[in-house]
T-cell receptor
Framework: GDSVTQMEGPVTLSEEAFLTINCTYTATGYPSLFWYVQYPGEGLQLLLKATKADDKGSNKGFEATYRKETTSFHLEKGSVQVSDSAVYFCALSKGGNNRKLIWGLGTSLAVNP | DTEVTQTPKHLVMGMTNKKSLKCEQHMGHRAMYWYKQKAKKPPELMFVYSYEKLSINESVPSRFSPECPNSSLLNLHLHALQPEDSALYLC???????????????FGEGSRLTVL
C-alpha cells in the first residue's frame, strides 16, 4: 500500500544552520505531496505542497522538490531560526475522491539560539 | 489566521459526561474531517463527511458520534469517554471530489480534550 517514510528525529540545530528533513514515499499513480508543520500547542498548518513531478513547493524559506525518479520530497531550509522549532509531517494524497491523507511519523526539530 | 474554527479550545470532562466539539468553515469546502492526535504523532483519521454524508468511519468507538448539520458545520459528540481518549481533536476541510481536490487539508487549531 501507499506509505510515507520520514527521517527520525529529534533533530537539533543551531540558529542559522542548514536544515534537511528527508521524506520518501511509495505510491501508485501520481500523488500530491505535502509538508505540514505543527508548532508547540497548535494545530497543523500546510507549509508547502507539490502536485506533480518536478514541482517545487516553497514557503517561509522552506523548499521541497517532488522527485518522481527517487520518490522523494525532502524539506530544506538554508538558515533556520528558533521560531522554526516544531514538528514537521510529510504526507501524500491521491486526491480526487480519495479522502485519506497518508502521513509520515513526523520529525521534531529544535533550534537553539 | 485559520479559516477553520474549532470550539472549545480546551475541554476537561469526566467519564460520565456528555460534551460536544464544534467546527466551522466558510471556504465552501464540501468535505470535512475529524482527526485525533496524540503528542508528536501524526493525526489519525476518525471520520470524513463528503457533501454532508458520512463517507468514512475508521472503526471509531460509538462513544464518539459525528454530526454534520450543514456544509459549514461539523460536530463531534462525546459520551462515556475513557482517559485514553485524551488527545488533541482536529477538524479539517478540503475541496470537493474530482479533479479539483488535490487532497490538501485545511486544519483548525484543535480542541484539547482531557478525560478524567
Amino acid at each position: 500500500g501507499d506509505s510515507v517514510t520520514q527521517m527520525e528525529g529529534p533533530v537539533t540545530l543551531s540558529e542559522e544552520a542548514f536544515l534537511t528533513i528527508n521524506c520518501t514515499y511509495t505510491a501508485t499513480g501520481y500523488p500530491s505531496l505535502f509538508w505540514y508543520v505543527q508548532y508547540p500547542g497548535e494545530g497543523l498548518q500546510l507549509l508547502l505542497k507539490a502536485t506533480k513531478a518536478d514541482d517545487k513547493g516553497s514557503n517561509k524559506g522552506f523548499e521541497a522538490t517532488y522527485r518522481k525518479e527517487t520518490t522523494s520530497f525532502h524539506l530544506e531550509k538554508g538558515s533556520v531560526q528558533v521560531s522554526d522549532s516544531a514538528v514537521y509531517f510529510c504526507a501524500l494524497s491521491k486526491g480526487g475522491n480519495n479522502r485519506k491523507l497518508i502521513w509520515g511519523l513526523g520529525t521534531s526539530l529544535a533550534v537553539n539560539p | 489566521d485559520t479559516e477553520v474554527t474549532q470550539t472549545p479550545k480546551h475541554l476537561v470532562m469526566g467519564m460520565t459526561n456528555k460534551k460536544s466539539l464544534k467546527c466551522e468553515q466558510h471556504m465552501g469546502h464540501r468535505a470535512m474531517y475529524w482527526y485525533k492526535q496524540k503528542a508528536k504523532k501524526p493525526p489519525e483519521l476518525m471520520f470524513v463527511y463528503s457533501y454532508e454524508k458520512l463517507s468514512i468511519n475508521e472503526s471509531v468507538p460509538s462513544r464518539f458520534s459525528p454530526e454534520c448539520p450543514n456544509s459549514s458545520l461539523l460536530n463531534l459528540h462525546l459520551h462515556a469517554l475513557q482517559p485514553e481518549d485524551s488527545a488533541l481533536y482536529l477538524c479539517a476541510s478540503s475541496q470537493g471530489s474530482g479533479i479539483v481536490n488535490t487532497g490538501e487539508l485545511f486544519f483548525g487549531e484543535g480542541s484539547r480534550l482531557t478525560v478524567l
